[in-house]
């Protein structure tokens, strides 16, 4: 037993030997198409934007990228138009399968700042899980493309989830 966690501690330091000498970060920016899953609720185009961290755990294929970043988003229904702004902290697993692409998942934290709905009672956090990819152009660019889907109510007493699709642009420094 003794010898096993010697072996977990060797491999966790390693790990972060590793991830010290493979960091980068960066920012990203696009555009947000929200909705309500089983709702009557319209899309709503809103927009995202952030920073990021990239530690290398496996060099040029598995990095973890934890984010920071606000997001304007919410959805239309046939009496007003629900704004609902959240600070993002997703933490995404990202592989590359090519230099040019990768694909990411993992999970996202969402803290409800602000709404401009009266008649809803909002969830403050909004857990979600992320599914992304990016294709990875020259001059550190990249085209970005994730899914990001609710794992809890968006407003309490109802089976409705937030749906976001997001499109958008990084830059890597």
């Known amino acids: 037993m003794k010898a096993l966690k010697t072996l977990f501690f060797v491999i966790f330091l390693s790990l972060i030997a590793n991830s010290a000498n493979a960091q980068s970060w960066g920012i990203r920016a696009g555009a947000n198409f929200s909705t309500l899953s ?24 598995l990095y973890i990228q934890p984010e920071l970043q606000f997001s304007k988003q919410g959805f239309d229904t ?26 990411e998942t993992g999970p996202q934290f969402g803290f409800l700042v602000s709404d401009n709905a009266d008649n809803f009672d909002f969830n403050s956090v909004d857990t979600s899980w992320d599914f992304g990819m990016s ?10 493309a994730r899914y990001i889907t609710s794992l809890n109510e968006l407003i309490e007493g109802r089976d409705s989830k937030s749906q976001v699709i997001q499109v958008g642009a990084s830059f890597r420094f």
């Open 38 to 61: 089983n709702s009557d609720a319209k899309s709503q185009t809103g927009y995202y934007g952030g920073v990021y961290r990239q530690f290398g755990i496996v060099k040029d294929f």
């Open 78 to 103: 046939d009496l007003s138009t629900v704004d609902l702004n959240y600070i993002h902290l997703p933490i995404v697993a990202r592989v590359y399968v090519l230099k040019l692409l990768s694909f």
């Open 135 to 144: 294709i990875n152009l020259p001059f550190r660019l990249s085209i970005d």
